[in-house]
């Protein structure tokens, strides 16, 4: 079974751009998240998807970062414009309904100059 | 918000000695977690805690839920250089269904051989 991907890995861009950020979940896990870890701090939690829908979405920093998951499938996450504060390693996770263990991809790696 | 504390933030250590670190919070957790980042990778479950009071051990790893529910530690023995990487508590809400996960700031552990 082929874990959570990430792409890209890492993605390097200058302040007032915009930059997409995709995870593929394992096959068939419903649930969805994305977290963030900021400069050697805690990792925290973004938003949680269930299928297509947005169940939570209270650590989204700001409106500048949209998350969609269209099909329930694969999720993106984009940052526009971006600024510097928002670089960091953006981590996805899935996990099926009723099972705690949240299973993460590599992370994304986004340095905004 | 739901803060973790983690402690300590490093760890400088000499190959086979024993190593501890912990967690605490203000807050009820139902669940708590331990993860393992090695670098470039994302977070990997070490040992998931589901009851108050309980102790569980995988390995030289083992690890205990409080039994207030609002601390956990995680002890390694015999430390070896794969053991080296960040580590991770985290926690999951008592009243929190949705599933997300609160991480500490992360224990930095190096092992030298």
């Known amino acids: 079974e082929a874990g959570v991907t990430q792409f890209p890995s890492h993605s390097v861009i200058e302040k007032g751009q915009t930059v997409t950020l995709r995870c593929d979940p394992i096959?068939?896990?419903?649930?969805l998240y994305w977290y963030r870890r900021v400069m050697g701090k805690e990792i925290k939690f973004l938003l949680h998807?269930?299928?297509?829908?947005?169940?939570?979405e209270s650590g989204m920093p700001n409106n500048r970062f949209l998350a969609e998951r269209t099909g329930g499938t694969y999720s993106t996450l984009k940052v526009q414009p971006a600024e510097l504060e928002d670089s960091g390693v953006y981590f996805c996770a899935s996990t099926r309904t009723g099972v705690k263990t949240q299973y993460f991809g590599p992370g994304t790696r986004l340095l905004v100059l | 918000g739901q803060q973790l504390n983690q402690s300590p933030q490093s760890m400088f250590i000499q190959e086979g000695e024993d190593v501890s670190m912990n967690c605490t919070s203000s807050?009820?957790?139902?669940?708590w977690l331990w993860y393992k980042q090695d670098p470039g990778e994302g977070p990997v479950l070490l040992i998931a805690l589901y009851k108050a009071g309980e102790l569980t051990s995988n390995g030289r790893l083992t690890a205990q839920f409080g039994t207030t529910r609002k601390d956990s530690f995680l002890n390694i023995s015999a430390s070896i250089p794969s053991d080296v990487g960040i580590y991770f508590c985290a926690g999951q809400l008592r009243y929190n269904q949705g599933g997300k996960l609160i991480f500490g700031q992360g224990t930095e552990l190096s092992v030298k051989p």
């Open positions: 807050s009820i957790f139902n669940t």
């Open positions: 096959s068939g896990h419903d649930n």
């Open positions: 998807f269930v299928k297509e829908s947005k169940q939570d």
